[in-house]
């Protein structure tokens, strides 16, 4: 069969939906596959992302394994394969299952669904079995690098830097919402958003780190879910914090010259009392410091008089 048709076979499977039983003969060799990638790299790029976008990514990615596809294309895949999480049993969570379960609960966009087959792909080479615990220490960066591998051995992504650096930042970080804790300072919050690449990074890593928890403890789930929201509540909170209105430098240095009154709280009262209503709308953003510094000295003036009449109304 010609390699491509195989894969096709496979696409289709992953629309339709295939038995879990099917017996697949193996005739997708390296050699088939080296050919079919040099002629056309293209095609065989599409199927695989059809395939990953289909309604059952996991029976055309099962497909792939067991006829010998995945083999040739990314061996990396198959080594998890029959790889547990328990040392005493040959598979307990077998990390290919689960990947495929991952692949499929996703969002359908093909960022995720690539990020998502790749997400585990450093645990066969991180596995290791610590008093009586298996531990796949580091398998996130190990697994980025192998993306970077990846990519350099077959061109996997093309020339689609977006796509790999969008794959590769989900290897790499996937981890990191469970890793969040309520003691965070603001500043662990700002690298996170940083190093994902902002609120649209920080969205997909959230879709596949929701995917990612396919553990059938109840209990472990709805406190995993629980840290996810917190954690987007403590990034909007940032976020908006950050990307509030400011006052340009120099306006509230005007307001204490011309004012005449010494430095104190009643400084950063105002400061933040204009910075407010700027975010709320209240007051135009982007204006010289001229014009908030004169908006400031009123507000005094207006503080003062009232002031006055307030004693003077108690001196009668």
Known sequence: MDPLDLLGLCRRAAEEGVPGDLVVPRVFSLGDYQSTWRRDP???RAQLDALLCAPHPGDGLE?????????ALVPELVAIRNLGDDPEAALH???WDHTKRVVAGVPNRLELRWGALMHDIGKATTRRVERGTVTFHGHDA????????IQRRLRLFGDDE???GTVRSLVLNHLRPAQYKRDWADSGVRRLL??????????RLMALSRADLTTKNAAKRDRALARGRELEARVRQVYASDNAPRLPKGAMGIVLERS???????????????????ELGALPAGEAAEFYAAEAL??????????????AGRAE
Not at 142 to 149: I, R
Not at 262 to 267: E, H, Q, S
């Open 42 to 44: 293209a095609a065989v």
């Open 63 to 71: 497909l792939l394994l067991r006829s010998g596809a995945l083999h």
């Open 162 to 164: 977006a796509l790999l």
């Open 142 to 149: 190990v697994g980025a690098k192998m993306v970077d591998g």
């Open 260 to 278: 005449g009154l010494r430095p104190g709280a009643w400084l950063n009262d105002m400061r933040c009392a204009l910075e407010r209503e700027m």
């Open 93 to 95: 969570k077998d990390v």
């Open 194 to 203: 940083a190093d994902v690449g902002g609120p649209s990074g920080f969205e």
């Open 298 to 311: 009123r507000r005094l003036r207006l503080a003062q008089e009232g002031m006055q009449m307030k004693s």
